[in-house]
T-cell receptor
Framework: AQKVTQAQTEISVVEKEDVTLDCVYE???????LFWYKQPPSGELVFLIR??????QNEISGRYSWNFQKSTSSFNFTITASQVVDSAVYFC???????????FGKGITLSVRP | DTAVSQTPKYLVTQMGNDKSIKCEQN?????MYWYKQDSKKFLKIMFS???????INETVPNRFSPKSPDKAHLNLHINSLELGDSAVYFC????????????FGSGTRLTVV
């Protein structure tokens, strides 16, 4: 079984604030992959990052950073100095190497106010 | 060129009608998927095909029938549409089954009236 929990449902911040989106996953498999997708108001799903279960290095890409901790089964996403264009729904997702099913969390709606 | 293209982008139809949504990918991927996003934004897999073979068939009413004429195409046919079928349907593809990232189409918003 595989499950992704995004406990936060809606977050509202003022521009330039930092914000962290939480993601907790469940699986008994040892080989799996974690993802974050962004869904802006226009509706498309935009790939942000893929991380495999053997690579716990944190990753930074511009204002975005990800913290993967297997000990707590978490894969959190931080946006530094948020901007209005970051307003979107953000999904964390999990796929096992053993199957093809990408399982999504329920998503977090982020609103960044000017 | 769009990597994963779905048509139509919007579909409004009456209850009881039959409709199809088409999906094509030009990435050379082996595996394709259909996902449904409901009004609460929850994304759930419906079907997956790997090289034209059905590999995932979630608990979906049998009014929904996927068809994959070749590995670049995966169409979704829906019979006897119901109000509850209103949703956004996303097509996606991945290089192979198992662990690879997905590339999603832009979605088809289906409204049943």
């Amino acid at each position: 079984a595989q499950k992704v929990t995004q406990a936060q449902t809606e977050i509202s911040v003022v521009e330039k604030e930092d914000v962290t989106l939480d993601c907790v996953y469940e699986t008994r498999d040892t080989t799996y992959y974690l993802f974050w997708y962004k869904q802006p108001p226009s509706g498309e799903l935009v790939f942000l990052i893929r991380r495999n279960s053997f690579d716990e290095q944190n990753e930074i890409s511009g204002r975005y950073s990800w913290n993967f901790q297997k000990s707590t089964s978490s894969f959190n996403f931080t946006i530094t100095a948020s901007q209005v264009v970051d307003s979107a729904v953000y999904f964390c997702a999990l796929i096992l190497k053993a199957n093809s099913k990408l399982t999504f969390g329920k998503g977090i709606t982020l609103s960044v106010r000017p | 060129d769009t990597a994963v293209s779905q048509t139509p982008k919007y579909l409004v139809t009456q209850m009881g009608n039959d409709k199809s949504i088409k999906c094509e990918q030009n990435l050379g991927h082996d595996t394709m998927y259909w996902y449904k996003q409901d009004s609460k934004k929850f994304l759930k897999i419906m079907f997956s095909y790997n090289n034209k073979e059905l590999i995932i068939n979630e608990t979906v009413p049998n009014r929904f029938s996927p068809k994959s004429p070749d590995k670049a195409h995966l169409n979704l046919h829906i019979n006897s549409l119901e109000l509850g079928d209103s949703a956004v349907y996303f097509c996606a593809s991945s290089l192979r089954a198992g662990g690879h990232g997905y590339t999603f189409g832009s979605g088809t918003r289906l409204t049943v009236v």
